[in-house]
Each structure stands twice: as C-alpha cells, then as structure tokens.
C-alpha cells in the first residue's frame, strides 16, 4: 500500500480516461454482449458494459493496455455498474461478485505486465464505484418529497458486496466516483470500513464527486468545500472531482479545495462538453492545455480523463504532467 503513496510524493499520477468511449468504437453487438453464456438471456443485455469484463475479456484487457502504453498510473476497473441496485436493470443481481472479480483480475494482470517492464513506473488498479441509478437523499417523485428509491442501509449492503469481490480480485485501492449524491458516497465509505475492519486491511480510497452543473454544486446541492467537509473524516487517499464538466470548468471546484485539505486532490474531467448529438469533440491538445492549468496553479496530484476522452488524451496529459511537480500532501505516518 505505501507504494501508491510513495508514487504520489514523487510525481503527478495518471489516471486511465474512458471506458464507454473505447468500448463504442468496437460497436459490439447485442450477440457480442451475450456471448455464448447468455445467448438465451430473456431480457436485452445490449448496452451493460460491466458485463463484458465476462462476455468480452479480450477487448477490456486491449482497453487496460493502450491506457498504460499512454502514460497512465492508474486503470480503473470496468465495474461502474457493478452494484445490485444497477444490475437490477438487467436482472443480473446474481452475477455482481463475478462481475468485480473477473474485472480486477483482468485489470490486474495487464498492470503486473506493465509493472515487470518497467518496475521504475509501477502500475496499480483502482475498483470504480458508480454512484448507481438512485439517490438516497432526494426523492425521484415531485408529488412525494419524502419518499426515498433506496435506502441507506440497500446502498451499504449493495456496495459492500462489490467491495469485498473487487478486493479479492486484486485491485490496488477503491475509486468512488462520479458522486451526485453525498449520502450514496457515505453508503459506499461505511461499507469500506466495513470490509477493512473484518478483513483487517488497509486499502486506500479514492472519492470523486460531480459538480453536475454551472450552479458548482453536487445534485444533492452541496458546493465542492461543503463536500470536502462532509467526507473529511474518512482517511481518504484522494478527493476530488470527475464528469459532468469540462476541465476548464472544473478548476474553480479544485481551487475551492486544495488549499483546505491534506489528502491528495484528483480531477477526471471529461472532454469538454457534449455537442448536440451527446458526443465530446475536445481535442487531446485542447484537453491538455487546460490541464497544465491547473498544474500551473499547483492543485493537482492525480489527473486522468472521463466522458469522450481516449489513450491519445491521456498520453498529451502523461507528457503535460510529466514536468509538474505534484501538489504538496501530508506525508503517510508509515512512510
């Protein structure tokens, strides 16, 4: 475990960019996402990108390696929707442990690979936690404010379960991420405690929140310090931010934080904003441009890509981040 946060006292770390945006270019199949396993499967399974970390391995694992060959530090698992809350979707509750494990297991050989050709640049795997298709401090129904899709106690339950199989298929710390709802992100932390204080471990915690619009608030209406504060009494690894904005964006959501917390700060924009047909067409270069922003400014010590980003994203931010130094962060009493 020291060892990520020794590769975080030395330099800036690259986190991976898209998974949905590389799977599209395959344009699988409602067959390719069956497989033969499920070719009987009564319900369309077309569009569920976790399952293919079963259906698909091979195009995963060619996923995992073009982000290390990029520059990246970090690969995030193809787990986004590995809960049974967004399972349920595809009636697929059953197959979540399968579903976590086989993912980490693939990230986690490309990342051995890498590691052995260049034991300078070690390589690690963080499990992606989505923040799943419901929200536990809002009600989805205007006419009934005080109902509730899920409660806390089904979140906890749910992430648990995909916790515990991302930790046995090997991944090297936990990303929470994509948070619109505070108190999900709380679910998901308990859980993580949880599992650490049964299995005696110490893995560390990535968060990552949503500014979801120019308001430069969560969904669930706090600002980017309201949720630093809220989240500040788990030993986190790093906080930050990813989707729903651009990195130009993004940057007064990190300056809001930076200075007021010791954990190391993470951003994952996405590449711009979406254009009418809901697909992302800034540049590489545009992208990093703005990036070097924020390591101009000193704010950042984790930085990757999310919606419409790509290896070739994330090899112009790898080469940017290069020359920064990472932003100064409380030293690990372990170290």
């Known amino acids: 475990m020291s060892n990520i946060h020794k590769a975080l006292k030395e330099r800036i770390l690259v986190l991976d960019g898209a998974m949905g945006t590389m799977l599209q270019a395959y344009k699988f199949t409602e067959d390719d996402f069956r497989g033969e ?124 379960q995909q916790v515990e199989a991302l930790v046995d298929g090997g991944v090297d710390l936990l990303l929470v991420e994509t948070v619109f709802d505070t108190l999900n992100a709380k679910a998901a932390l308990f859980a993580i405690e949880q599992v650490k204080e049964e299995r005696n471990i110490d893995i560390p915690i990535m968060l990552s929140g949503t500014i979801t619009d120019a308001s430069g608030r969560t969904l669930s209406g706090q600002t980017a310090e309201a949720f630093l504060i809220s989240v500040s009494h788990i030993p986190l690894l790093s906080i930050g931010f990813n989707c729903a904005l651009g990195a130009n964006l993004l940057q007064p959501h990190l300056e809001a934080i930076a200075n007021k917390t010791d954990f190391a700060i993470s951003a994952h924009p996405n590449a711009g904003l979406p254009n009418a047909f809901g697909e992302y067409d800034e540049s590489p270069e545009e992208m990093g441009e703005q990036i070097e922003e924020y390591l101009k400014k000193n704010l950042i010590n984790i930085i990757g890509g999310c919606c419409g980003t790509s290896p070739d994203h994330i090899r112009v931010i790898a080469e940017i981040a290069a020359k920064y130094k990472p932003r100064k962060i409380a030293v690990e009493a372990e170290l």
Not at 81 to 92: E, L, P, V, W
């Open 37 to 160: 396993r499920f070719k009987d499967y009564p319900i369309p399974l077309q569009g569920n990108n976790d399952l293919l970390s079963i259906t698909q391995p091979e195009a995963i694992k060619a996923i995992h390696g073009k982000y290390f060959a990029a520059g990246a530090d970090i690969v995030e698992t193809n787990t986004f929707s590995g809960t049974t809350i967004a399972m349920a979707d595809y009636q697929m509750e059953d197959l979540v442990y399968e579903l976590n494990y086989e993912s980490a297991k693939i990230a986690k050989e490309v990342a051995h690979e890498f590691t052995a050709k260049e034991p300078h640049k070690p390589r690690f795997v963080g499990g992606s936690i989505g923040p799943t298709n419901r929200t536990a401090s809002m009600s989805p129904d205007v006419n009934d404010p005080g109902y509730r899709a899920v409660t806390f106690d089904e979140l906890r339950i749910a992430y648990k």
